[in-house]
């Protein structure tokens, strides 16, 4: 009995082993970590949604999701979303913008006024907690007409091995449809979870992707189109041309593994012969970008980054190596006091900036976004040189998670002489934000390092060790 019972513990080993092996070395879906051409254009539109505090009172500049409204009425042949949230939940004793409602009406309007427009919404299954529940926006899109799409997180690479080996041997078996009982983690408000909801969730996997396109011009940015998401501050971009080809095939890729149909041709060709060059980047694609432009700079240079999460070892080791050759680097990042809607300890940023900091390179400078009940949710790389700079944006954190092929993400990536508008767009941006121009954005570094417990210095390194994170 002894000896059946050790062969059964081994076998359940092996298996799981296996598949832990299997989740994080996995091939990816085909068109995924994509490198899009280079392509000419002659403008790049910025547009920084910004929240902070002037004279006592918060103000609240925020233009990015009007933009996308406009994209949406100007739309005469196909319009294609994938966007990460896409919900209303939050706690009901809190006031945010109807965003996800402005939208869901643009779009039927639209689907209304021209029924034969081809339109595709691609999101994330967190909107429908795992297929817990139903979404009533999704359904009133597609009861409208348009094609949702709901990603199918399964074939990603597990980024979370040491949870995932035994979900992928066994917990996946726990359906995920039904009536929920467990409380929701999102939201008080929102509707209960199934058991194998709430287990396939804790893969932690998502398509973390905020892109849109017409045949006209696309959208890339960091903001979710998220009531509770409504007050973060956030950067975009706006560009045309036949990056927008690249966008599709990108998307494609994802439908192709959802589940989705064939998504629209691109008709026109562009002969731009602008003197921007703007390439499309996806998932671990974006992190060799940056390794290489941050790993090209010389003294003299500037570096300049916004980040809501920063804690890719590969990226922070290139952000030291460039202060050692005399690259001046800045960073503004979020202070991680929520996620989510949650309160959250400070991780990843603070211990991160932190061990910069006790590093003692008068090279980088460490800034905090001041935020109240928001997050600065920015994620956006200025390399500013003598000649030719820099810009990579998008929704991608400098986390493993979503630059090292696990979460989907998008990023553009913009070169320019530095006297470009878009460039000295993006450099104004920061120095507003550097030097409180005109408000309260930013505060020093002491501010919230002063008071960081050792001991959660020693679990952000115990989360890096085990890959037991959200980051």
């Known amino acids: 009995m002894k000896k059946i019972s050790l062969t059964i513990l081994l076998l359940l080993a092996l298996t799981v082993g296996s598949y832990t092996i299997y989740g994080l070395f996995k091939p990816l879906p085909e068109g995924l970590s994509y490198e899009g051409n280079v392509h000419s254009v002659s403008n790049v539109e910025f547009i920084a949604d910004i929240t902070y505090e002037k004279d006592g009172d918060v103000i609240r500049e925020h233009h990015i999701f009007d933009r996308v409204i406009q994209m949406i009425e100007e739309a005469e042949q196909f319009i294609i979303f994938d966007m990460f949230l896409f919900n209303e939940k939050y706690d009901e004793d809190k006031d945010y913008p ?7 009406k643009a779009l039927v309007q639209k689907k209304v006024d021209m029924p034969h427009m081809e339109m595709t919404f691609i999101t994330d299954e967190i909107n429908t907690t795992y297929k817990s529940h139903r979404s009533p926006h999704l359904d009133q899109l597609e009861a409208n007409g348009v094609d949702v799409i709901l990603t199918n997180l399964t074939p990603l690479r597990d980024a979370n091995p040491l949870y995932s080996g035994f979900w992928r041997s066994f917990l996946h078996l726990f359906g995920k449809e039904g009536e929920g009982w ?31 396109t017409t045949e006209k011009e696309a959208i890339i940015t960091s903001a979710n189109p998220h009531d509770a998401s409504g007050y973060n501050s956030n950067v975009a971009f706006i560009v045309g041309g036949n990056i927008i080809k690249d966008i599709l095939q990108s998307e494609q890729a994802v439908a192709n593994f959802s589940d989705g149909g064939e998504l629209p041709n691109y008709g026109i060709t562009s002969n731009a012969k602008g003197d921007i060059k703007v390439r499309l980047l996806t998932e671990g694609k974006i992190l060799k970008h940056l390794k290489e432009e941050i790993s090209d700079t ?37 202070p991680n006091e929520t996620v989510f809607g949650n309160e959250n300890i400070g991780i990843p940023n603070r211990p991160v900036a932190y061990d910069l900091v006790q590093y003692g390179n008068d090279y980088i400078d460490i800034k905090w976004y001041h935020t109240n009940d928001e997050q600065y949710h920015t994620k956006l790389i200025l390399i500013e040189r003598e000649d030719i700079s820099t810009i990579i944006g998008g929704s991608a954190n400098f986390t493993r998670r979503n ?9 553009i990536e913009i070169k320019a002489r530095t006297e470009k508008a878009i460039i000295q767009d993006v450099s104004s941006y920061f120095s507003r934000l550097w030097e409180n121009k005109d408000g309260k954005y930013t505060t020093e570094a002491d501010e919230y390092l002063e008071d960081f417990a050792e001991y959660k210095r020693y679990l952000f390194r115990l989360q890096k060790k085990t890959n037991l994170t959200t980051f």
Do not use: C, W
């Open 98 to 104: 109807e965003i996800v409602d402005r939208i869901t």
């Open 182 to 212: 467990i409380e929701n983690p999102f939201s008080e408000n929102a509707p209960k979870v199934t058991l194998g909801s709430y287990l396939k969730m804790l893969n932690l996997k998502g398509n973390h992707r905020k892109v849109m």
């Open 298 to 334: 010389r003294s003299g240079d500037r570096i300049y980054i916004g980040m809501f999460n920063l804690s890719e070892s590969q990226v922070v080791k290139e952000l030291i190596a460039a202060s050692e050759r005399g690259v001046k680097i800045r960073l503004i990042l979020d």
């Open 403 to 411: 630059l090292d092929d696990f979460n989907l993400d998008t990023d």
